[in-house]
């Protein structure tokens, strides 16, 4: 993938991850919370990945 696939990519995971953690938190459930939280890391994490090969020219 290019980068900027990886990053908007990245960004568009974090921010599900993000919305199913605070719904997890909202009605007390705890997996999509963890689910929610573990997909934003994953998107941080793609997100990343996206910004050093723009850097690196990949």
């Not at 199913?20 to 939280?37: F, I, Q």
């Amino acid at each position: 993938m290019g980068s900027t696939v990886d990053r908007v990519k990245g960004a568009a995971n974090s921010a599900v991850g993000k919305a199913k953690e605070a719904v997890g938190k909202e009605t007390g459930d705890a997996t999509l919370a963890a689910k929610g939280a573990a997909q934003d890391t994953k998107g941080k994490a793609q997100s990343a990945i996206g910004k050093a090969k723009a850097a690196t020219g990949n």
